[in-house]
């Protein structure tokens, strides 16, 4: 809803330095090695109280055909599509070229408002580097430097002069965040291009065709996703180049930042230590969390069944047995809009919150039923237990010895509780602090 800024112009101009510049945070990957960006990545910022989307999108290869060139091609037009202002990214350095003019036609033929900026731009006192650009005929160009930060605040005013009014929205809660995580080439984004119904992000048989943490924000009536697609994570090892472990490390902050991750693991391969590592990080970082097994219309040319990747999943991810298993198939559509429900099921328990005295009455059940911790002839006593936080829900319970707690015990009170409140895909965690009872008067 907000008015959108699309960065387009040819590969290595500095797209991606001032997307980050402009939105002030790291998001998009910057190398030297022109190509990095593929998908479109979104942002949002302010300037002079108006508020705007950004869009970076991958470098523009006129006269190439290839599959990837094409594809980046596709992400670029639907940028142009979509958005209010196009932002034409030059490079001083290399000064006027054919590929630059060819950008230009196309941005005549979208007519849509353009601003164009000279980037790289080292001696502001030299006119003539931005000179010949007036050739272009897309008025007067602006000398900028994103990576040292120089004439962006000038830009910025331009920008904002010629965005449209922000059109209004209905103020309603906050997207669920779902972050899809997993090994190279297991079908992430084809999961999502699937199940969005758009081709929003690249596809490509080739691994490690999604580089950057892609955010993708999808409205279905009144429920709002931020799903967030990411470049695969192979184990330490085998990450060979800088742009991947820049790739890997935006994967695990994305998980970070997410409610929900979307595992996703490919049927014909079964369960590997990378999807257990990923696993694991998600559980240490208190994400709710759903297991995606794709691929699975490719299960009968093998000869396993979905009962045998199931047992294999909860035998090896044996740390996350709340955490849902869905079979589907991205290629054939196979129960991959029965993620949805899903989603919203376990987000509803990643937030739920729960009356003290419903928790209370399960922890007395526990403590009549259950064998009791003890140590040096004391037994361990739960006093009262409360609800201190959601996403994932957190409970502190006060007790005589936090010490004195074991691993079955605490397994068999979040036992309990999952038995009465459900908690489907999330973890529980507790918190215990040491009180001493309360004593009667005259004691």
């Known amino acids: 809803m907000l008015p959108t800024v699309a960065i387009i112009g ?23 090695e022109p190509g990095v960006t593929r998908d479109r990545l979104f942002g949002e910022t302010e300037w002079l109280g108006k508020r705007f989307a950004i869009i970076d999108t991958g470098g523009i290869m006129q006269g190439d055909s290839s599959g990837m060139a094409a594809a980046i091609s596709e992400q670029v037009s ?29 941005i005549r033929r979208s007519k849509k408002p353009v601003i164009l900026a000279v980037n790289k731009v080292d001696d502001f006192s030299r006119a003539a580097q931005e000179a010949e650009f007036y050739s272009l005929g897309l008025g007067d160009p602006i000398s900028i430097s994103a990576a040292q930060g120089l004439n962006i605040g000038d830009l910025l005013d331009r920008v904002v002069a010629l965005l449209p009014e922000g059109r209004s929205a209905s103020q309603g809660p906050d997207p669920i965040k779902v972050c899809l995580a997993g090994r190279p080439n297991v079908g992430k984004s084809s999961l999502l291009n699937r199940l969005i119904g758009s081709e929003r992000v690249l596809v490509d048989d080739a691994p490690g065709t999604t580089r ?9 009536g009144e429920n709002s996703f931020l799903f967030i697609d990411t470049a695969g994570m192979r184990r330490k090892g085998k990450i060979g180049t800088r742009l991947e472990r820049y790739s890997v490390a935006r994967a695990l902050r994305a998980i970070e930042r997410a409610d929900l991750v979307l595992l996703v693991i490919d049927a014909t391969e079964g369960v590997s230590e990378q999807d ?20 699975c219309d490719l299960l009968d040319r093998d000869g396993q069944t979905t009962g045998d990747i199931l047992e294999d999943i909860r035998r090896q991810i044996h740390f996350m047995p709340y955490a849902p298993v869905m079979f589907v198939s991205a290629k054939t559509g196979k129960r991959v809009h029965d993620m949805l429900p899903m989603l919203q ?25 259950a064998p009791t911790p003890s140590a040096g002839g004391r037994l361990f006593r739960i006093y009262y237990m409360t609800q201190v936080s959601t996403k994932p829900p957190t409970f502190a319970g006060f007790v005589n010895d936090p010490s004195m707690v074991t691993d079955p015990y605490r397994r068999y009170l979040e036992a309990q509780l999952r038995d009465e409140f459900g908690f489907l895909g999330t973890p529980i965690n507790f918190v215990w602090k040491r009180r001493r009872p309360e004593r009667g008067p005259g004691t």
């Open 10 to 32: 040819r590969p290595n101009v500095g797209k991606s330095s001032l997307f980050n510049r402009i939105i002030q945070r790291p998001v998009a990957i910057v190398e030297k």
């Open 78 to 106: 639907m940028a142009i599509e979509e958005c209010d202002l196009l932002l034409f990214l030059a490079d001083a350095r290399d000064g006027l070229t054919e590929a630059d003019r060819e950008i230009a036609e196309l």
């Open 212 to 220: 950057d943490a892609v955010d993708v924000l999808w409205e279905q």
């Open 276 to 295: 257990k590592r990923i696993a694991g990080y998600t559980s240490e970082h208190g994400k709710g969390c759903v297991i995606v097994v794709n691929k």
């Open 345 to 369: 099921k376990v987000y509803r328990a990643y937030s739920a919150r729960v009356s003290t005295s419903s928790l209370n009455r399960i922890v007395r059940n526990v403590q009549v039923f």
